[in-house]
Nanobody, 118 residues
């Protein structure tokens, strides 16, 4: 089973920028897609972005135009660039993988906390 480790979280000011990383324990080509969920206190989890092994990307409506997902297949790593974050982006961010379209979701890693505050 793939192991995932998310890093890069922290405190960022509104309008700033932050980059999250997630490294998978096995090669990207054996994974259909990777992505980012987030969960804020007392809120349901939200799919933030996803990217397939072919490079196709999807974004949640709340982050379109502000966040960008990318991957480095050689490093088995997926990134999430947070640009112009807002306080409502504060959450723990997790990095799942899928073995097929909408199926085979992996257990989540420990997550990385992002706090957007002045």
């Amino acid at each position: 089973q793939v192991q995932l480790v998310e890093t890069g979280g922290g405190l960022v000011q509104p309008g700033g920028s932050l980059r999250l990383s997630c490294r998978a324990s096995r090669h990207f080509f054996s994974i259909y897609a990777m992505g980012w969920y987030r969960r804020a206190p007392e809120k349901q989890r939200e799919l933030v972005a996803s990217i397939t092994s072919g490079g196709s990307t999807k974004y949640g409506d709340s982050v379109k135009g502000r966040f960008a997902i990318s991957r480095d297949s050689d490093k088995n790593t997926v990134y999430l660039q947070l640009n112009s974050p807002k306080p409502e982006d504060t959450a723990v961010y997790y990095c799942p993988t899928w073995t097929g379209p909408g199926i085979g979701e992996s257990p989540w890693g420990p997550g990385t906390q992002v706090t957007v505050s002045a």
